[in-house]
């Protein structure tokens, strides 16, 4: 079934690249045939642009192509996802960012909040406007037969013509986990369109995930990594695979889709402009954009447990089942908006867009209940005698058997950007809520920058910050399963407020960024795994900063960041977090781009959180500190031509300096590994 399944994929990858490769050829042949380069003209294609939205109206905001070339070889390293993240160790398991301002806010369907670095997301999505068809097609693997990761991407994307693009794109990951009862698999795939006209601008895109993983709850015990030969009587040497663990028949698969859509209508004039000295054009100014745009999402999770046993041991409680678990999550959201928008730039004496918006969405979501466990049989109960059938715990008091619920909720908004002046820009979202528990919710977002001379470069600076007070998401208020049941209905709102600046200094190639935040009412998973909410506010602060050195092709990059938090209970956070890369960079026969170092991560030891399974959420910490030991990776990248590849063994330092590697207690961050990669741009 796995074979042709992985056959699947990669005739639908093939396709992909085949039709980039051949439309590529037909569109450029085109073009050689009409116009003709002359002797003044560059021969060469320009690289395009992309872009990401703005929500609800779908405004565009610029992005970075996806050209896989610094640093290539850290999509496989799962640890490396940010410089400081916490994770069950596994390509494509949970995991959570440990850098604070770099962690994104919890959403209405938190299950998928901890495989947000591997599932696609609107905020990932991408629109490409290209002059040639690309297809990036990527293949990471490594380990052995025991612990084997791989990972399939491809990014497709291409232009009918100058106001029509097209794309896809789809992500396969499967790791075998370099612990037992770890593995993960993750099949992602999607699509999206754009037209831009005089008149008329659309643009949509769909995506599906579907992130499966076994959890083991993490190994028995810390001393099989610590010290295995206290519990060996002697051995010292343990294979990973061998270590046992907590869980052994627990599983969580969370799967969903996206929708997006939005249409505008531009009004405006018609004005002549001057193309040469004989020779005038009319072009068309849009004043105003009237905008509709639909967000359709839904989320489903199940956790399963087979094992009574591992169970019992495992959680407090079972409230539903004691033989094994079945929890089923679902959810949906439909969202309608509108919007009016000046348009910025139609006059010089107006230098700044002014958007005004209204929203309808929907929420619903559907709890665990008895019926989905009545139909499945890893969960029939034994045959024969049933007197010692485990006894169930009762329901906690207060907590109601509301198994459906429903949100509505009314929001209006404005926007205001100035984009275009060559000094200063801005932006700035404002939102209110005026229905159901969102009536008081306030969300304004904001951000500036600038750009001056000195001594002979450009120095950039930006400033940016948010305010936040709202309603707690339905499921954090009431949810019910076998282990876990709430209902914290008289939570409170979260106000929440950041202000932060960044400082890019060219010359000498330092980025320096520092931030403070203020959150009340903040809501987080206790040591039991039940939201809690603290009375009082919490404050952050962070500072960074990232410096580049080079010499010649020898380069050292590095990245520090200073964390302060006044509640290590709610809010854990390393104090200092550390990246280092050193490598050379040089370019060999004129055509192979090589770069070959050695990285490291650190950062110092601290509370830190645990992770609890049956939720994929991540809950406070009795007294179980992680953090202090280096992970760091030796590798050798290069590109020839089209084509990309490295080397890399990662892990390189185990137990060189400490044996106490855990990201998360009692899950050990993977052993030393060989890996390798290969990227190919079918663009022609």
């Known amino acids: 079934m796995r074979f042709n399944k992985l056959i699947g994929v990669l005739a639908l990858v093939l396709a992909m690249a085949w039709s980039g490769v051949a439309y590529a050829q037909s569109l450029s042949g085109n073009d050689r045939i009409l116009t003709a380069p002359s002797k003044t003209e560059s021969p060469t294609f320009k690289p395009g642009n992309c872009w990401t939205l703005a929500y609800p109206l779908g405004a565009h905001i610029p992005a970075e192509m996806d050209t896989l070339t610094y640093n290539y070889q850290r999509l496989s390293i799962p640890s490396m996802v940010s410089d400081a993240y916490a994770s069950e160790g596994n390509l494509g398991s949970p995991g959570i960012n440990m850098i604070f301002f770099d962690r994104k806010r919890r959403t209405d369907f938190f299950f998928r909040d901890a495989i947000d670095a591997w599932a696609p997301s609107r905020d990932k999505q991408k629109f490409y ?69 005089d008149r008329y601008e659309m643009q949509a895109y769909y995506y599906h995930f579907n992130h499966r993983n076994k959890e083991n709850g993490g190994i028995t015990d810390d001393l099989y990594i610590l010290d295995p030969a206290q519990l060996q009587g002697g051995v010292s040497s343990i294979t990973s695979t061998s270590i046992p663990t907590r869980l052994s028949q627990a599983q969580n698969r969370v799967n969903g889709d996206r929708l997006y859509m939005s249409h505008a209508l531009k009004l405006g004039f018609w004005r002549e402009e001057q193309v040469n000295d004989t020779l005038t054009r009319q072009i068309y100014v849009p004043v105003t954009r009237f905008i509709y745009s639909l967000d359709y999402s839904s989320g489903t999770h199940i956790f399963k447990n087979g094992s009574a046993a591992e169970g019992e041991s495992f959680w407090d409680h079972r409230y539903m089942n004691g033989f094994g678990t079945y929890d089923r999550t679902h959810y949906y959201s439909l ?110 977002t904001a951000e500036a920058g600038s750009r001056f001379r000195m001594l002979g470069d450009t120095v950039h600076i930006k400033a940016k910050g948010f305010f936040h007070n709202n309603s707690q998401p339905w499921l954090i208020k009431h949810y019910l399963s076998n282990h876990f ?26 980025t320096l960024s520092a931030g403070v935040e203020n959150i009340q009412n903040f ?28 010499a010649g092709i020898w380069n050292w990059d590095n990245r520090i960041t200073y964390q302060a938090t006044s509640d290590n209970v709610a809010i854990p956070l390393p104090a200092l977090t550390v990246y280092s890369n050193m490598y050379l960079k040089f370019t060999a026969f004129k055509v192979l781009h090589a770069q ?3 990285d490291c991560d650190y950062y110092t ?53 400490s044996k106490n590697a855990f990201s998360l207690p009692h899950y050990p961050v993977n052993p030393a590994k060989l890996q390798f990669g290969l990227s190919i741009d079918f663009a022609n």
């Open 523 to 550: 809501v987080y998973f206790n040591a039991g795994g039940l939201p809690t909410q603290k009375s009082g506010n919490i404050q952050i602060f962070s500072a960074a900063v990232d410096q580049r050195v080079a």
């Open 485 to 510: 049941a709430w209902d914290n209905s008289g939570f409170g709102k979260t106000r929440d407020f950041r202000i932060g600046g960044e400082l890019l200094i060219p010359w000498t190639r330092t």
């Open 129 to 197: 406007n290209v002059y040639i068809p690309m297809t990036l097609l990527s293949y990471n693997f490594g380990g052995g037969r025991e612990t084997r990761t791989d990972r399939l991407q491809a990014t497709f994307a291409g232009n009918v013509n100058r106001r029509l693009g097209i794309g896809a794109m789809m992500d396969y990951i499967y790791g075998k986990g370099s612990y037992a009862n770890q593995a993960a698999k993750e099949f992602n795939f999607g699509f999206n369109t754009y037209y831009r006209g």
């Open 596 to 598: 070959i170092g050695i």
């Open 335 to 444: 969202e309608n908006s509108l919007g009016i928008e000046m348009i910025e730039g139609f006059n010089k004496w107006v230098p700044f867009g002014l958007a005004a918006y209204a929203s309808f969405e929907t929420q619903h979501f559907r709890l665990p209940t008895d019926y989905d466990y009545g139909w499945q049989e890893v969960l029939d109960e034994p045959e024969g005698d049933t007197s010692a059938a485990p006894i169930l715990d009762s329901w906690p008091e207060g907590v109601g058997m509301l198994r459906k619920g429903s949100r509505n909720i009314l929001r209006i908004g404005g926007r205001l950007t100035g984009t275009t002046h060559p000094l200063f820009t801005y932006d700035a979202d404002v939102r209110f809520g005026l229905s159901g528990d969102a009536v008081g919710d306030i969300d304004i």
């Open 605 to 657: 030891r601290y509370r830190g959180l645990n992770y609890q399974p049956a939720l994929m959420a991540f809950t406070a910490n009795d007294d179980n500190p992680v953090g202090n030991f280096f992970f760091c990776n030796v590798y050798a990248t290069a590109k020839l031509y089209k084509v990309r590849f490295y080397v890399l063994y990662s892990h390189a330092n185990q137990g060189l300096f």
